[in-house]
């Protein structure tokens, strides 16, 4: 289904563009094996050849971008092994990919029809820009997955891991994660910790907003100001006078009250924590306050519901989404927090953080990787899990996916 | 209603003028809205103003002088420190008895401490003198100018009782002083010399530092933004996960992870030379630097921009670029002068997040910022945990605190607060 | 509002867990060290035998590198909740310059040694300041690339500062201490010399100069694992770290790494009791000094990793590793062949100037 009619597109015209890719990829391995200029001519050479004879069996098209990503895997293969043949799949995926992408003028295909070849290249380039921008921003996730199976105890791409031989790969550290008592404590702290501070924190902050978005506050800066507070004072420095409070706190707990050790040091971090989140909470919910229509609950009042209702019934599900990121940003706060809980915290409640910043400070040890590593595929599990939820409500509600 | 009370004042339903019962009304508005904001205003106030406020006073605070050497401040407030003369006996006698009674209580190498932050050496003449002084008979024992001449040869040197006379006040301006690179000299503040000035560049280094972060933070964030909102809802949704993965990634995880990257054995340059693009002899160096530091940081404060642009651009109607264009806009006036304006709000939510969120940062600095890529929080920190000169660190905390207060305010009166939208 | 249930559910839940975890209090102490190899040769050679014979719980806390800030806001706090720490020598001074460690009398509280040697002189100068008690010898000293270093491996200290000879990066410590005695040393400066010249601005400037001339070949590193990483990535041709650490590296995970003990700079690790602890706490902690710091305990920790037990008495009875088989004894930056020439730094010097040289040292880098 597209918007705009195609038609194929002249060999020639095709074979222009694919060749200068073909030159640009020719100018990296030329360069690799030592001549830039005859890199670039063999690409562009061979990529006009191959988009000639590709175009004259355009009906055949599944069969040739086969053979041709066959033949880029062996050439890669024949000359530089395993990973070499890997790059050449790679690249003959691609480039059977493009040549066939412009040759039947498929680029157009789901763009509006009155765009000037120009915008279209804009159209694409933008793309391509923002695909690196992602390819950024998940940089550190694709370093540290083959990292964690490294079987050495470095954070070093081992000659063996780049000939992908299995001797330098391992689970070791996974099984590390599995059976050190430490990391499986820290794990269970965090898992602790942070669900509750945040539970506090995004109680208190969404009643706080909701008290703040009313229009007659006095003091309003003011108050907004200390509520945020906690995201502007420098972390050291927060630490360091958290760190008196708590152990005043602590020795009223433990000696007048009566609670257990174990018990006050959780209560000191999470307690800690919940006020490190306030800020992303009061900052999201009063934002979506703004957009809040106040004649709803108005109306909720004038027919009979109590503020309780009214709350719970009106205003609470139409501010959800801005009360769910701030719950976000404040589990995140706490589930990735080191500075404060290296002061407030002792031995018994160490947090993952905690666990991989003495990690990393006594000896490198790829657990940490590993333990990246399975909490990004928890968390890509949860995302995609509620994506998926979401789009089945979607679906039940009967409204179709924007 | 009204019309009919022509006379008298307007009433409300209940009988009352309407205006008290307003007045009432706001009031009881007003009440309820501070009930609602009083948990967690107390709650931030006891659990965090206070112990901040407590930190930050140590900037000022120094009665720990005049605490442990009361005899001594007393004596030595008539000295003449510009005469180049050490004190007489009675002010050696009186810090005698000062030293006698803070040994027994085991705090005279405090204050000795105190004063080494001013004066180098200062420390061990505390401790040699306290060691000796405990098991003096007061009475009998003196003149002390020459015993405590003969313990440690620093106790003849008028500069260390002009610092001991200098910094006996219960407040001093000394460790602001220090912050600012300056000293208390003979005639008021002097510059410190210029091989222990470090705190003006390492202020100015952050501010540069995290201003150049906001601004690629702005770059990169942009067009990631602008395509999230402008995609159909499902596939914006599933990049959206991208966003929200290197959030899930411990920071100090992706700390060390661009380390990997970015050193000259790194993947970044491994690759650039297999490329041939860079001579294996040539290889680019990224880290330990003031680059390094700017790459990580990007990354990791980068979501915190997305978010809030992207929550702004939803709102924008794609009708009125397109109104734009058909009104005969090229693409970037149609851009520069409809779009760009209404998204600004979300360039500045998520400029003052991610500056205040990378001027406070310090692990990140310290792995991969080498010599020139440090943060003034990495001294605050090395003072607070190593030097243990807190004086210090408050004063540079306070400092620092007050640059971002100044911004906020600026934010504020700006932009406004409440335009904040994380997402 | 069902959410709301369910956690406060799991909140409760949490913390009956927790109280049901807590120990019975006055069977328990809190021991702080490094963490990492470190703690498991203390947990191994102290903790576990000691907690065998008088049914004492050990909680390990990993909180050294932050113990002086952290004893000294206990203590102004009045709620001190560590028994014993472990820290190095330097930051024991400054403990007990502050009144924050208890003083010691070595020879009451200490074991003698087996011969009937008092305490004071097994350990003899190592018992640098009142309140510690000196646990290891460990030094910090250079590991160099055995692979990239050419034919010639560097034989003393002065090669760090030969670039054309060495060329590559090096790593050092981002502090002044020991840096700028090894900068004096290879200016030239005798070695009984260095604190005196390094007394005067003039020595300072000196020494700061002699960095200079290899100030862009050099990676500075903050935590002592990074130094091992870095010549495992091939980033340093040599570098300064803990010789505990380049043992591991070269013994454990057979890197290609040599050791070059030339000049290495002894240095102290041990114990100190926070000052403000009550009676039968002080009681214990000093119980478990007195069994964890005797001979035969001293020399145990040898066999897990390869630093210097500190009393003389326990030297003989260091034997081999605990899982690797090979012997100890010339791993130890003791070792009479590794200790030819060595610097003592000097803890009464460094007290005092150690802020004063760290502000220069620190203008020094940011320019």
């Known amino acids: ?402 | 209603m009204s019309d009919t009370t022509d006379t008298g004042p307007v009433l409300a339903a209940d009988g009352t003028p309407l205006k008290r019962s307003l007045s009432r009304a706001l009031r009881r508005q007003k009440m309820r809205a501070l009930m609602l904001i009083a948990p967690l205003l107390l709650f931030v106030l006891l659990t965090f103003i206070v112990p901040i406020g407590q930190m930050l006073f140590r900037s000022v605070e120094n009665d720990i002088v005049s605490r442990t050497l009361p005899n001594t401040v007393i004596a030595l407030q008539d000295w003449d420190a510009d005469s180049g003369q050490i004190p007489d006996e009675a002010i050696f006698t009186a810090l005698a008895i000062d030293m006698q009674a803070a040994a027994e209580a085991k705090i005279h190498t405090r204050v000795g401490s105190r004063l080494n932050y001013e004066k180098p050496g200062i420390s061990s003449l505390f401790r040699k003198a306290g060691r000796k002084a405990k098991k003096w008979d007061l009475e009998n024992d003196g003149p002390y100018q020459e015993k405590f001449i003969k313990i440690a040869k620093g106790w003849g040197d008028p500069e260390v009782w002009r610092t001991i006379q200098t910094y006996s006040s219960k407040y001093t301006a000394g460790y602001f002083l220090n912050a600012a690179d300056l000293q208390n000299g003979t005639e008021g503040p002097e510059w410190r010399p210029e091989n222990e000035q470090i705190y003006i560049t390492l202020f100015k280094r952050t501010l540069f530092m995290s201003m150049m972060i906001t601004v690629s933070c702005i770059i990169l964030a942009y067009p990631v933004a602008w395509i999230l909102a402008n995609l159909p809802s499902r596939s914006a949704n599933l990049l959206m996960i991208l966003v929200l993965l290197p959030f899930w990634t411990s920071l100090l995880v992706r700390t060390s992870a661009w380390k990997v990257m970015l050193q000259q054995q790194g993947v970044i340059n491994d690759t650039l030379v297999w490329l041939g693009l860079v001579a294996d002899d040539a290889r680019l160096v990224m880290i330990n630097n003031q680059f390094g530091t700017i790459v990580a940081m990007t990354h990791i404060l980068l979501p915190f921009m997305i978010l809030p642009m992207y929550s702004v651009m939803q709102t924008i109607q794609p009708t009125y670029l397109r109104a734009a264009k058909s009104l005969g806009a090229t693409n970037w006036t149609a851009f520069w002068r409809v779009y760009f304006p209404q998204s600004i709000p979300g360039i500045g939510a998520g400029s003052i997040l991610v500056f205040i969120l990378a001027i406070g940062y310090y692990i990140t600095p310290e792995l991969v910022g080498g010599t020139k890529g440090v943060f003034i929080s990495n001294r605050i920190a090395f003072h607070i945990s190593s030097s243990l000169n807190w004086g210090l660190a408050a004063a540079l905390g306070s400092i620092l605190l007050v640059v971002v207060l100044i911004l906020y305010w600026a934010y504020d009166k700006i932009v406004g607060i409440d335009n904040v939208k994380l997402g | 509002m069902n959410l709301t249930k369910t956690l406060m559910a799991t909140t409760a839940l949490g913390f009956a867990a927790g109280a049901v975890a807590a120990e019975d209090m006055a069977n328990e102490m809190t021991i702080v060290s490094w963490g990492g190899a470190y703690s498991a040769s203390q947990l191994n050679a102290y903790h576990k035998p000691y907690s065998e014979n008088t049914g004492v719980t050990i909680i390990n806390d990993e909180s050294s590198a932050e113990a002086v800030a952290k004893i000294r806001a206990m203590n102004e706090a009045g709620n001190v909740t560590w028994d014993v720490v472990d820290v190095v020598a330097s930051d024991a001074m400054r403990l007990c310059d502050e009144g924050l460690a208890e003083e010691l009398d070595h020879d009451a509280v200490l074991a003698a040694a087996p011969d009937g040697t008092s305490a004071s002189d097994d350990f003899g100068d190592l018992l640098v300041s009142d309140c510690f008690v000196p646990q290891i010898v460990y030094s910090t000293t250079f590991g160099y690339r055995t692979d990239m270093v050419g034919d010639t491996a560097p034989t003393t200290v002065c090669d760090i500062f030969d670039t054309t000879k060495y060329p590559g990066k090096r790593s050092l410590q981002k502090r002044p201490i020991d840096n700028v005695e090894w900068a004096l040393y290879c200016d030239g400066v005798a070695k009984d010399e260095l604190y005196d010249v390094l007394s005067t601005p003039e020595g300072v400037d000196r020494a700061l100069a002699k960095l200079d001339t290899i100030k862009n070949d050099v990676v500075w590193w903050t935590a002592g694992a990074e130094t091992p990483q870095l010549l495992a990535d091939g980033e340093v041709v040599m570098g300064s770290t803990y010789n505990g650490r380049l043992f591991s590296a070269i013994a454990e995970q057979n890197q290609p790494i040599g050791m070059l003990w030339d000049m290495q700079s002894f240095d102290l690790d041990g114990w100190i009791i926070p000052a403000g602890l009550s009676p039968e706490r002080k009681a214990r902690a000093l119980d478990y000094l007195k069994f964890a710091t005797d001979t035969q305990r001293l020399a145990d920790q040898a066999k897990y990793i390869s630093y210097g037990p500190a009393r003389k008495s326990s030297a003989p009875l260091v034997g081999k590793h605990e899982t690797l088989g090979i012997d100890m004894a010339p791993h130890m930056p003791t070792d009479p062949a590794n200790a030819s020439n060595v610097h003592i730094y000097d803890y009464e010097w460094w007290a005092d100037n150690r802020d004063d040289l760290d502000a220069k040292f620190q203008a020094w880098l940011a320019k």
Request: hydrophobic residues 50%; charged residues 10%.
């Open chain 1, 1 to 402: 289904m597209s918007l705009t009619p195609v038609e194929p597109r002249s060999a020639s015209f095709t074979a222009g563009i694919t060749s200068l890719a073909g030159g640009f990829a020719g100018i990296f391995i030329g360069t690799a094996q030592g001549s830039t200029f005859t890199g670039f001519i063999v690409g562009a050479v061979l990529l006009t050849i191959l988009t000639y004879v590709a175009l004259l069996m355009r009906s055949k098209e599944k069969v040739v971008r086969w053979i041709i990503l066959l033949a880029f895997g062996v050439a890669g293969y024949v000359t530089g092994g395993i990973s070499s043949g890997i790059m050449g799949l790679l690249m003959g995926w691609f480039f059977s990919w493009f040549i066939f992408w412009i040759g039947e003028c498929r680029y157009r295909g789901h763009l509006v029809p009155y765009l000037t070849p120009g915008q279209v290249l804009w159209h694409y380039t933008f793309r391509v820009i923002c695909g690196a921008i992602f390819v950024f921003l998940i940089t550190p996730i694709l370093v540290v997955l083959p990292l964690s199976f490294n079987a050495q105890d470095f954070f070093t791409f081992t000659p063996e891991m780049l000939s992908l031989d299995p001797e330098g790969y391992s689970l070791k550290h996974y099984r590390n994660f599995f059976n050190s008592s430490d990391w499986q404590l820290s794990f269970r702290n965090s898992l602790i910790i942070a669900p509750i501070a945040t539970v506090i924190s995004v109680s208190l902050g969404t009643l706080a907003a909701i008290g703040l978005s009313q229009s007659h506050v006095p003091g309003r800066r003011a108050i907004m100001a200390i509520l945020i507070s906690p995201m502007i004072v420098p972390l050291i420095i927060s630490a360091t006078g958290m760190f008196f409070f708590y152990s005043q706190v602590g020795g009223f707990l433990e000696g007048t009250i009566g609670l257990s050790k174990t018990v006050v040091g959780y209560i000191k971090i999470v307690l800690a924590h919940a006020v490190l989140g306030i800020p992303f909470v009061i900052i999201t919910v009063t934002a979506t306050l703004v957009g809040f229509d106040r004649s709803l609950t108005r109306a909720a009042a004038n027919m009979g519901a109590n503020p309780m209702t009214t709350f719970f019934r009106v205003q609470m599900p139409l501010i959800l989404p801005g009360v769910i990121s701030g719950g976000l940003f404040a589990f995140i706060t706490s589930f990735d927090e080191v500075v404060v809980v290296l002061f407030v915290g002792s031995a018994r409640q160490k947090t993952l953080p905690w666990q991989m910043f003495t990690g990393l400070r006594e000896q490198i040890s790829p657990t940490i990787l590993a333990v990246a590593t399975i909490l990004v595929v928890i968390s890509i599990a949860l995302l995609t899990v509620v994506e998926l939820l979401r789009r089945r409500s979607e679906r039940l509600r009967g409204m179709s996916p924007s």
